[in-house]
C-alpha cells in the first residue's frame, strides 16, 4: 500500500478491507481460496469454529458446508479429517493413528485419563446442569471435593453456571465446548439415553 493510498483512508478506519467476494478471480480460483481460508482459519484454532465465523471470509453466495465438503473430499487418506464437533468444525487426527502420535510425544496414557469419580461428577454435571455442590451431593451421596471440581475446571471440561435458586445462592456448574469436543458430541442432545432403573428389575 502506498503513502497516498494510506493518506485517502479515513481516519476513523482501524484496517484495511477484507475482500470477502474476489469478484477479481475466476470462479475455480475464487473457490479454491475460499477453501483455503477455511482450511486457514480451522488450522489456527484449537477449538471448533461455527459456521457463522467460518461465513466471516468467504463470499456471500458461497456455501460454507459445501466447501468444507469440498475440504473433506480432499482429506480422504489423509492421517487427520476435518469434524463436525460442538457446534463447529474443527481438524483433527484420525483415531487409528492415536498410539503413533503418543509415542512421538511420549504422552503415554495421561491426556484423556479420568479417575472414576471424576468421570462420575463430569456425568452428573453433563445431565443435571446446571447442578450445584449439593445437587451433586445427592447424586453420590456424599461431598464432591472442590479440588474434583477444581481439576475439571483447569482441564476446561466444566464452568460456572447461573447461581443456584436455593439458600445462599451458591454457584452451579455446567460443561463447556471443551467437554463436547473432547466426547466428540455436537451438543448435549448427543448424550447417550439414561436408563433408568425401574424398581424390581435386574
Known amino acids: 500500500m502506498t503513502v497516498a493510498t494510506r493518506k485517502r483512508k479515513p481516519a476513523n478506519e482501524g484496517e484495511a478491507i477484507f475482500d470477502r467476494e474476489l ?15 477455511i482450511e486457514a482459519v480451522l488450522f489456527a484454532s484449537a ?30 487418506g489423509r492421517p487427520y479429517e476435518l469434524a463436525q464437533v460442538a ?19 511420549d504422552l503415554g496414557e495421561q491426556s484423556l ?8 461428577v463430569l456425568c452428573a454435571i453433563a445431565y443435571h446442569q446446571p ?25 476446561d471440561l466444566i464452568a460456572s453456571g447461573p447461581r443456584s435458586p436455593r439458600p445462599g445462592a451458591p454457584h452451579t456448574f455446567v460443561t463447556t465446548e471443551t467437554f463436547l469436543a473432547t ?3 455436537q451438543s448435549l442432545r448427543d448424550l447417550p439415553e439414561l436408563e433408568i432403573a425401574r424398581p424390581g428389575s435386574t
Open 23 to 37: 469478484d477479481d478471480l475466476p470462479q475455480e480460483l475464487r473457490w479454491r481460496e475460499w477453501m483455503g481460508r
Open 47 to 76: 477449538s471448533p469454529v461455527s459456521r457463522e465465523d467460518l461465513a466471516r471470509v468467504v463470499g456471500q453466495g458461497a456455501s460454507v458446508e459445501i466447501l468444507i465438503e469440498d475440504i473433506q473430499a480432499e482429506l480422504v
Open 87 to 105: 457446534g463447529g468444525w474443527m481438524f483433527r487426527t484420525k483415531t487409528q493413528f492415536a498410539d503413533a502420535i503418543k509415542a512421538a510425544a
Open 113 to 120: 485419563a479420568f479417575t472414576e469419580m471424576e468421570m462420575g
Open 131 to 155: 447442578i450445584d455442590r449439593a445437587g451433586l451431593k445427592d447424586v453420590f451421596g456424599k461431598e464432591v471435593s472442590r479440588d474434583l471440581l477444581a481439576r475439571l475446571r483447569y482441564r
Open 183 to 185: 466426547f466428540d458430541l
